[in-house]
């Protein structure tokens, strides 16, 4: 379906893929990953014939239809529906001639190909695809126009689902869609019945929707059989091997050149000699394993202790206009170290609820207590705009630090996770997942109780989304969490709360149950807590208090091993990196040993973390059904 062969790349002089060579077979789904920045959409753009390659061709077969969503959303008076349908330009072509063709050959012709592409379905098959996409009936026929941006982007999608193209590009569609949107993306991509190839970040889409993967990394295509969780077990075994073979190489290399400098003047080994220097002429060289680690994120601790119930909710009910409320009935409470992911599809109300905890809007009707001298970190996808565009990290943290040594404001940036060059760049010149970063570290700066995100990771990379979970989990206080990546929620919080029809409500469900829910696979998921249990309200939280402080414990050691497996892993990478430079043998020998006991030691500790993690967690899972 898919050949590239010898193919370069190279913007604004910097080459991005030197000479790669890639085969998709067709009806593959491949997700392609790699460092944000490596040049994935630039491939893109190469595939589509928008930008010629350096070197190389692309080769699809003959009358491919190749289809990417649109730059730009659609923001016409054209329904929603419309748009859709007419996505699909042989059938509106089509149609539009079967309304003024008067030969009759060529009305049976057009009539024939109709019912051979299935055009009469056409528009239940559109508004199908808009409903999984978040549009209700009442929307599909409204204009395009008086949608926001990302809800534009939306109907992009679905027009390019709709046209069904032979090769299928998505360039990281959940970035403007909900946790829902996703799960149904995910089912879609799946069943879909030509290739696809994905740029995503996200492990459960590539995990539930990818058969392959291809990784781009050191301006290399790799392809990968299997799921993303496969794919990273292979890397990490051909790498460790790498560095094994590149090891054993450079000894054998070692003793052969010193065999030679030795003998390589006497007349008796000269024959030797000379059949080592051909030899060494000979030898390949195993390259070593490049390893660009992605810098950690830290959130600082609170600096006071502040006693639950940190925030409690009472009959409340919040808007933005008098006498019309967005949620109402709002009956909660958020304690000092609850873990809460808010779910429900776009527009029920989410990003209002995180506005009212964090203070940014009031209760219209009942009561809102919150605990004296809380203090709230609030971080949205919106606020990248409030960035000063000239100003570059150290001088927004030095705002905030107005009489610190340099050294001190510095130090203060390089826990958000950004580089010596990256501090000293305009924030209108870092790429999403910087600004992402420098936005979490203003955000968390006067050491906040209680964190809220609201969608953290639309621009992080895998590692970055894998820093993001380890400084949540390191973080010692309350977490509100709105995201499209299921793996960081279940990575992360203990308790799900879903917002609907007007209210938010305890779900008692795990994140596969309301798959199951969202996508109709099972008519036994389980729903919102029912309001009408025989324990009052007031029990209902009392008992919920008990059985959390009970956990608490448990789930604390849960959550530090979970650190401490994550920093493991860092450092065994690192000391990788280093046992992987050939000079340390001979230049350094005592410290190359004293590296190897210590990989020796941290590989131990970790697979010893690991148990302990197993173990304390199914004592956990165990103690919660209870």
């Given at each position: 379906?898919?050949t590239?062969s010898?193919l370069?790349a190279r913007i604004?002089?910097?080459?991005l893929?030197d000479?790669?060579?890639l ?10 990953v ?6 994935k ?5 190469i595939i589509?014939?928008d930008?010629?390659?350096e070197t190389?061709?692309?080769?699809v077969?003959?009358n491919c ?12 008076e ?6 859709v349908?007419?996505?699909?330009l042989?059938?509106t072509?089509?149609?539009?001639e ?19 592409i299935d ?9 199908s ?5 978040g ?5 599909q026929r409204r204009?395009?126009?008086s949608f926001?941006g ?8 679905a027009a ?16 403007y869609?909900d946790l829902?949107?996703?799960l149904?993306l ?9 290739t696809?190839l994905i740029?995503?970040h996200d492990?459960?889409l590539l995990?539930r929707?990818a ?12 392809f990968?059989?299997?799921s993303f ?6 890397r990490?075994e ?9 090891t054993?190489q450079?000894?054998?290399?070692k003793?052969?050149?010193a ?11 000269a024959r030797?000699?000379q059949?080592r220097?051909?030899a060494?002429e000979?030898?390949g060289?195993?390259a070593?394993v490049v390893d660009d680690n992605v ?9 006071k202790?502040v006693a639950s119930p940190i925030?409690?909710?009472e009959q409340?009910?919040?808007?933005y206009a008098?006498?019309a409320?967005?949620l109402?009935?709002?009956d909660?409470r958020?304690d000092?170290d609850?873990?809460i992911?808010l779910l429900g599809?776009?527009?029920n ?20 207590t919150?605990?004296?001298n809380l203090?709230i970190?609030y971080?949205?996808?919106?606020q990248l705009?409030?960035l000063?565009p000239a100003d ?5 943290v030095?705002?905030?630090?107005p009489?610190?040594p ?9 826990q958000?996770?950004?580089?010596t060059?990256?501090m000293?760049?305009?924030a209108?010149?870092?790429?999403g ?5 420098l936005?979490m ?10 964190l809220?995100l609201?969608?953290?990771t639309n ?5 970055s989304?894998?820093?993001l979970i ?6 010692d206080?309350a977490v509100i ?5 299921q793996?960081?929620i279940?990575?992360?919080v203990e308790?799900?709360?879903l917002v609907r029809?007007?209210t938010?409500?305890?779900?008692e469900?795990?994140l596969?149950?309301?798959r199951s829910l ?5 008519k036994s998921a389980?729903?919102?807590k029912?309001?009408?249990?025989n324990?009052?309200k007031a029990e209902?939280r009392?008992a919920?208090?008990e059985?959390?402080k009970?956990l608490?414990?448990?789930?604390k050691?849960?959550?530090g091993?979970e650190?401490l497996?994550?920093?493991l892993a860092?450092q065994?990478?690192?000391l990788?990196?280093?046992l992987?430079?050939p000079?340390?043998?001979?230049n350094?020998p005592e410290k190359a040993a004293?590296i190897?006991?210590?990989?020796s030691?941290?590989?131990k ?7 302990e993690w197993m ?6 899972e ?5």
């Amino acid at each position: 379906m898919l050949t590239l062969s010898e193919l370069s790349a190279r913007i604004a002089g910097r080459l991005l893929i030197d000479h790669a060579t890639l085969s998709l077979p067709e009806g593959t789904k491949a997700g392609f990953v790699g460092r944000n920045g490596t040049g994935k959409s630039t491939l893109f753009r190469i595939i589509t014939g928008d930008l010629s390659p350096e070197t190389g061709f692309v080769t699809v077969p003959r009358n491919c239809r190749i289809g990417q969503v649109a730059q730009e959303a659609p923001g016409t008076e054209e329904p929603l529906i419309d748009i859709v349908l007419n996505a699909d330009l042989e059938r509106t072509r089509l149609m539009q001639e079967a309304d003024t063709a008067t030969d009759p050959h060529r009305i049976a012709e057009i009539q024939t190909r109709l019912v051979d592409i299935d055009a009469h379905s056409a528009e239940a098959r559109a508004a199908s695809i808009l409903s999984g996409l978040g549009f209700d009936n009442e929307a599909q026929r409204r204009p395009a126009s008086s949608f926001s941006g990302g809800w534009r982007m939306r109907v992009a999608l679905a027009a390019v689902l709709f046209s069904e193209p032979d090769l299928l590009l998505l360039d990281e569609p959940t970035n403007y869609l909900d946790l829902e949107g996703t799960l149904w993306l995910e089912e879609y991509v799946r069943r879909y019945p030509h290739t696809v190839l994905i740029i995503s970040h996200d492990r459960d889409l590539l995990n539930r929707a990818a058969t392959s993967i291809v990784h781009l990394d050191q301006k290399k295509l790799t392809f990968y059989r299997g799921s993303f969780d496969q794919f990273e077990r292979q890397r990490a075994e051909a790498r460790e091997l790498q560095t094994k073979m590149r090891t054993k190489q450079l000894a054998q290399r070692k003793h052969m050149e010193a065999f030679v400098e030795r003998f390589r003047s006497k007349a008796s080994k000269a024959r030797q000699a000379q059949s080592r220097i051909k030899a060494l002429e000979r030898m390949g060289t195993v390259a070593a394993v490049v390893d660009d680690n992605v810098l950690g994120l830290n959130f600082p601790e609170p600096d006071k202790k502040v006693a639950s119930p940190i925030i409690a909710l009472e009959q409340a009910a919040v808007g933005y206009a008098p006498g019309a409320p967005i949620l109402n009935g709002l009956d909660l409470r958020i304690d000092a170290d609850d873990r809460i992911a808010l779910l429900g599809a776009n527009g029920n109300g989410k990003s209002t609820f995180a506005k009212l905890i964090s203070g940014k809007l009031h209760p219209e009707l009942g009561q809102m207590t919150r605990a004296p001298n809380l203090k709230i970190g609030y971080f949205a996808q919106h606020q990248l705009d409030d960035l000063v565009p000239a100003d570059n990290a150290v001088q927004h943290v030095r705002k905030l630090m107005p009489d610190a040594p340099e050294g001190k404001v510095r130090g203060r940036v390089a826990q958000m996770g950004l580089s010596t060059e990256k501090m000293n760049t305009p924030a209108k010149d870092l790429s999403g997942g910087e600004k992402a970063r420098l936005l979490m570290g203003l955000a968390t700066f006067d050491r906040p109780n209680l964190l809220i995100l609201d969608e953290p990771t639309n621009h992080l990379d895998i590692d970055s989304r894998s820093a993001l979970i380890a400084a949540l989990n390191d973080f010692d206080g309350a977490v509100i969490l709105i995201s499209h990546d299921q793996h960081l929620i279940a990575a992360t919080v203990e308790r799900l709360w879903l917002v609907r029809d007007g209210t938010v409500a305890t779900y008692e469900g795990d994140l596969d149950d309301y798959r199951s829910l969202i996508i109709g696979g099972s008519k036994s998921a389980r729903k919102p807590k029912d309001q009408a249990s025989n324990l009052s309200k007031a029990e209902l939280r009392r008992a919920a208090a008990e059985r959390r402080k009970e956990l608490a414990p448990l789930k604390k050691k849960i959550n530090g091993i979970e650190s401490l497996t994550a920093k493991l892993a860092m450092q065994i990478q690192h000391l990788d990196a280093e046992l992987a430079d050939p000079d340390i043998y001979e230049n350094e020998p005592e410290k190359a040993a004293e590296i190897v006991l210590k990989h020796s030691a941290a590989k131990k500790q970790l697979a010893e973390a690991e148990d302990e993690w197993m173990q304390l967690s199914d004592e956990y899972e165990a103690a919660k059904v209870l």
